[in-house]
Every structure is written in C-alpha cells, then in structure tokens.
C-alpha cells in the first residue's frame, strides 16, 4: 500500500516547454485534486476530481490541464510552461469525511 | 464559499516557551476545521481536526486548538515548543466536493 504517489519529485523546464506530473493512488479513493504550494500563498487548488472520467478547474487553474482516464491516476499538464508556473505542486486524495492524503510534493522550476 | 485566514505569516518564539497560531473561519452551518503542519521540504502532515463534539481538540506531538463558535476561530496553542516545532503551519476547511481550503500559513520559528 504506497498511498499517494507523485512523479517525478524534482524538474527543472524551460519556457515553452511541455509536462505532465502524475499522481497515483492505491486506496479507491473518488476524490483527487492538485494544489500548488507559493511562499505566502497557502496552498491554491489547480483542478480536481470526483470520479473517474471527471475534471472540474479549481481556484488557479489558468495555464494547466488535467485528466482522470483511470480512477488510481489523476495527471495534471502543462503545455508551454510559464516561470509563474515555478512551485511546489501537491497531489491530495479523499473518499469523504476527514482524512486527506496528500503525496510528498514535486518540485518544479521553469526557468 | 468556506474560507480561513491565518493573520499572522511569522511567529517568532524563544524553546520551551507557549505558542498560539490564530486561524479564523468564515461562518457555515457546520463547520470541519484542520491543521496541517509542513516541515522544511516535506509534505503535509495532519496535526489535529474539528469534526464535532468537543470543543477542544487534541493533536499529535503535543498541540491542541480549541474551537470557537461565537469567536469564528480555532487557535493551534503548545504550553511549551521545542526547536523541532519550527516548521510552517496552515489552517485548513473543506468546501463544496470536499475541496480544502487552506489559509496562507504561519511560519513558526524556534530559538534557543
């Protein structure tokens, strides 16, 4: 049982060029969404999901894109990546009620 | 929409000394409230949650915060820190789809 994985942890991108994180989970969980992580800014929701097939754009979702193919696997991408877009993203997963699990982080630097 | 604000984006405090890292929410019918704490380049890690019952909640490695209705808030206190407290802490409510949402942070900083 890994819980919440991500990959990859750390990537360093140039302007323009293109990605996809991916988070992985294991416990059948309906509800996963991607954050990410800004020095004063909390944590910010990009996109989320509550099932398989589904998507919705969450508070800052300008600039990524995401899909939900398989229930385990939620990607999130970008397509011509932005310095603004240097972060700390997280991968967070829930069924219901009180517990999250959120994966270790990847670190992203677009240079 | 369900929110938190955390005032205070630093607290300084000297070891073995108390701490209070305020959080206020915006009011609902029924409320869950967490904190989080993220040590240096590490994850989220949950430290105590509000579901219902009692008001004062009891975490792991010694904190505690109380819930209060009348007052919108939900402080995360230690009677005594340890330089190892010294990480980031945030406040956290669900919203709609069980989407969290998190305050900005208070940076904890421990000194000897």
């Known amino acids: 049982n890994a819980g919440v994985t991500q990959t990859p942890k750390f990537r360093v991108l140039k302007t323009g060029q293109s990605m996809t994180l991916l988070c992985a989970q294991d416990m059948n969980h309906e509800y996963m969404y991607w954050y990410r992580q800004d020095p004063g800014m909390g944590l910010r929701l990009i996109h989320y999901?509550?099932?398989?097939?589904?998507?919705a754009k969450g508070e800052v979702p300008d600039g990524y894109n995401v899909s939900r193919l398989k229930k385990q696997n939620f990607l999130l991408g970008l397509e011509s990546a932005a310095p603004s877009q240097t972060s700390v993203y997280f991968c967070?997963?829930?069924?219901?009620?009180?517990?999250?699990?959120f994966g270790p982080g990847t670190r992203l630097t677009v240079t | 929409a369900q929110s938190v604000t955390q005032l205070d984006s630093q607290v300084p405090v000297f070891e073995e000394a108390p701490v209070e890292l305020r959080c206020n929410y915006s009011?609902?019918?029924?409320?869950?409230l967490f904190w989080y704490v993220q040590y240096p380049n590490q994850g989220l890690q949950l430290l105590l949650k509000?579901?219902?019952?009692?008001?004062l909640v009891k975490g792991i490695n010694g904190f505690e915060a109380e819930f209060n209705k009348s007052q919108t808030s939900f402080h995360l206190r230690k009677p005594s820190v340890h330089i190892s407290d010294t990480a980031e802490y945030f406040c956290a409510t669900p919203g709609a789809f069980q989407k969290l949402v998190f305050g900005t942070g208070t940076r904890l900083l421990v000194s000897p």
């Open positions: 509000y579901l219902s019952g009692s008001t």
């Open positions: 967070a997963t829930t069924t219901s009620g009180a517990f999250r699990y």
């Open positions: 009011s609902s019918v029924s409320v869950y």
């Open positions: 999901s509550v099932g398989e097939g589904t998507t």
